[in-house]
């Protein structure tokens, strides 16, 4: 057997196709333990303090404070905690309220940690500093391998390899050599200890916000101007930001970079302005003081659920909808949960969502649990069991569900919450003898059987995933590819005869068979093979376009989603802007929408701006 293990994840996540025919598993989070699972997290703390046990204890009772939600979940990491409590070893007080804070405490903590054997000074910490966030920022500018250093990059800014600086970084561990460069296998390349650090080192080497964005909402000119806010390798960096002191940087610029981000003017639509504005809720995860930020969370709240249905759809309500779920998981977890429960009705499906273990949601759904209409106490009451085993509010609510609701699809479903519960199960038994319901005899005797304590499955065990027929294709795929077709010119001969033939295939098609699903299914099959081949891709717009069957221009929306690149963007933009200024609101509509709006997340915005003109 072949084994691999790493803990690059920044390298290998970037070339996933690389691990192809592996099975791949993860290390995962401690845990902060509840009535039935033990204090990982404490457990690592009071082995580590085991010589001072008092100052351990101190740790781990400010972990529970509260406002100190994101730094407890960050340090559930093993490595995030052994740094943690590397600091606190050094320097006990505050722990920090942001993640950039926290990695300010780490990166302080690796100089005093190696000061025995790699003795610094502050003025040569701050250079070294200074220098990786330099580092950081020119490999975030390149098109890609945002984590992978080249040599003749380094040495532009830390001197040659036995230069003292270079020399430091790599004895201290900030860099490390990982490999060689694939385009020049004589160029050594290097990564930062983490990938978070390497974030770090860039956004604290950013002085101005100005150089996230710069952009005039009156009279844009994308070409001139800076938009790293919508490039992904500098969301983390943007984040860390403006979660970094007042003394690094001051609130008001945080104030106004955000107050830029959400009144930004793309004049493309808004495709780019909500992209901005989801970043602007991410960002006050880590700023939560920022002046408009319930702002925020009532705009995100009314675009996830109080759009009108029976106004005029001037957008496609599902998709902007699942968008704004998805930042307002990203943005200021306490704000968020406190609108979520002020929502009549309350959305419980995406509070179970977004609830964790920390106290304020326990507390939060605990008030449900027992101030709710039966169905909402039911999804409450199981969530609370999930993330809090053995609550015991929630416990006796789903056994009095149980024992007194003359729902079926209530007690049946309170029952399957409740596995190996004594209780539970008499009271099943005497639903058995005298049924409420026709279907309870047989449904009841399955959910005995899944309760039972010899019959629970262990869902937490690891299974091996086999390999499906689809990563079969994709293996012969690549081996086609990268092996037949090494040779660069006999590539592109390749490339050009089969894309004639395809071209031809797809003209004769069209004259012999008018099904449009017929032609639909045929393009598909030829897009997998040649997905950057631009008669398909426009075959495929001209069925999104044109086509008179829902079924089929729905289908052409998802395969286009799956196969446009970069170097197709721009031909679907301009054959597709006009169908959202033409077409009436409706099912084709949206279906435009949404290929744009899967153009407009990964292509950059002077592009965009450029081709909707």
């Given amino acids: 057997a072949r084994i691999v293990l790493t803990c690059r994840l920044n390298l290998w996540e970037a070339n996933k196709n690389l691990l192809e025919n592996f099975d791949i598993y993860r290390t995962l989070d401690f845990s902060y333990g509840n009535a039935q699972t033990p204090d990982q997290v404490g457990i690592f703390i009071n082995r580590w ?17 509260p406002g100190r939600l994101r730094v407890n979940n960050l340090v559930k990491n093993p490595l995030r905690l052994s740094l943690l409590c590397c600091t606190w070893q050094w320097q006990e007080g505050n722990l920090p309220q ?12 690796i100089y005093t940690w190696k000061q025995g054997i790699f003795p610094t000074t502050k003025t040569t910490e701050q250079q070294l500093n200074t220098a990786l966030g330099r580092i950081a920022k020119r490999v975030f500018d390149k098109d890609t391998s945002w984590f992978r250093l080249p040599h003749s990059l380094i040495i532009e800014e ?4 036995e230069a003292p600086l270079f020399q430091l970084a790599l004895q201290l561990g900030w860099l490390n050599q990982v490999g060689v460069a694939a385009e020049n296998p004589s160029e050594t390349v290097y990564a930062f200890f983490h990938p978070t650090f390497q974030e770090y080192f860039a956004a604290s080497a950013t002085q101005d916000w100005h150089d996230f964005l710069q952009h005039d909402n009156h009279h844009p000119t994308p070409i001139q101007g800076i938009y790293r806010i919508f490039q992904p390798q500098w969301k983390e960096c943007i984040i860390l930001w403006l979660g970094q002191s007042e003394k690094e940087v001051q609130n008001s610029a945080k104030e106004e970079f955000i107050q830029a981000l959400i009144t930004f ?6 495709f780019y302005w909500y992209r901005a504005f989801s970043l602007a809720a991410a960002g006050i995860a880590e700023y939560p003081n920022y002046s408009h930020a319930n702002l925020i969370i009532t705009e995100l709240v009314t675009q996830a659920f109080h759009q009108s249905i029976n106004q005029p ?7 902007i909808a699942e968008k704004a779920k998805q930042a307002l998981k990203e943005s200021d977890h306490p704000r968020v949960l406190n609108a979520v429960i002020e929502i009549e009705p309350i959305p419980m499906y995406f509070l179970i969502e977004i609830a964790t273990n920390n106290k304020e949601d326990i507390g939060a759904l605990t008030n449900l649990v027992q101030h709710q209409t039966e169905d909402t106490r039911l999804i409450a009451a199981r969530k609370l069991l999930q ?5 015991q509010t929630a416990t006796n609510t789903l056994l009095n569900m149980l024992r007194y609701s003359r729902s079926p699809w209530i007690y049946h479903r309170a029952a399957k919450s409740l596995p190996g519960n004594l209780e539970a199960i008499t009271i099943l038994q005497e639903i058995l003898c005298t049924p409420r319901h026709p279907f309870d005899g047989f449904e009841i005797q399955n959910i005995l059987t899944d309760i039972s304590s010899d019959n629970q499955s262990h869902t937490d065990s690891l299974a091996a995933i086999p390999p499906t027929e689809t990563k079969i294709i994709t293996f012969l795929l690549n081996l086609v590819y990268t092996n037949l077709l090494k040779n660069g010119t006999v590539r592109k001969l390749f490339i050009y005869i089969f894309r004639k033939v395809c071209n031809i ?14 032609r639909l299914q045929f393009i598909e099959k030829l897009a997998k093979l040649d997905s950057e081949n631009p008669k398909l891709i426009l075959n495929l717009v001209e069925l999104l376009r044109t086509g008179q069957n829902p079924s089929v221009y729905k289908q052409a929306t998802e395969t286009l989603k799956e196969i446009l690149s970069e170097q197709t963007y721009l031909i679907v933009i301009f054959d597709l802007k006009d169908c959202l200024q033409k077409e009436t609101y409706g099912e084709r509509y949206n279906c435009c929408y949404e290929v744009i709006w899967h153009i407009a997340q990964n292509l950059a915005y002077p592009d965009f701006h450029q081709a909707w003109q």
Avoid at 158 to 161: A, C, D, F, V
Avoid at 506 to 516: A, S, W, Y
Wanted: hydrophobic share 25%.
């Fill in 49 to 65: 303090f085991v010589a001072n046990p008092q100052s351990g204890r101190r740790l781990r009772s400010q972990l529970d404070e």
């Fill in 98 to 109: 942001t993640k950039a804070e926290l990695y300010q405490q780490f990166t302080e903590a």
């Fill in 158 to 161: 830390l001197g040659e390899k």
């Fill in 265 to 270: 003017t793309d004049k493309c639509s808004d």
């Fill in 313 to 319: 759809e001037s957008k496609p309500l599902r998709l």
């Fill in 387 to 391: 993330i809090d085993p053995g609550n």
């Fill in 505 to 518: 295939l797809v003209t004769l098609h069209q004259k012999i068979n008018h099904d449009e699903n017929s």
